[in-house]
């Protein structure tokens, strides 16, 4: 039981003092679209200038398939996290995801869109 006092109050002035850290800091960039705003999107309803209006100007349009426009947004989300003990142990992480949306237009209005999501 004394030997678990001991330990604690240790862990403690250690954790008082700056003996034990971390942080963490998220960078982003680039447009979240998110699954609820796509859900708005409805193929043969929404036009094509009501999309350009709500996400802004795309990342990326290319020519695409039967003649429609097709619209990439992108956006990428690091963090990285670091913790120490120190003198004993210190590790780094960090998690990258990136994200994007397609919107396929033709004739003025929208035919079809989706997402894809990455992490690594």
């Not at 004394?2 to 003092?17: E, F, Y």
């Not at 994007?100 to 079809?112: F, H, N, Q, S, T």
Request: proline share 1%.
């Amino acid at each position: 039981m004394r030997t678990a006092l001991t330990a604690l109050a240790l862990g403690a002035t250690l954790a008082m003092t700056g003996c034990i850290g971390g942080s963490s800091r998220v960078s982003e960039s680039g447009t979240y679209v998110s699954d609820a705003t796509l859900e708005h999107f409805e193929a043969g309803v929404t036009t094509e200038s009501q999309v350009l209006d709500l996400l802004g100007a795309p990342d990326r349009a290319v020519d695409w398939k039967d003649g429609a426009t097709l619209y990439v947004w992108r956006h990428q989300s690091k963090e990285k996290s670091s913790g120490h003990v120190f003198l004993l142990v210190a590790g780094n992480s960090e998690s990258v995801r990136k994200r994007a949306v397609y919107v396929a237009c033709r004739d003025g209005l929208v035919v079809e869109h989706w997402s894809e999501t990455f992490r690594h």
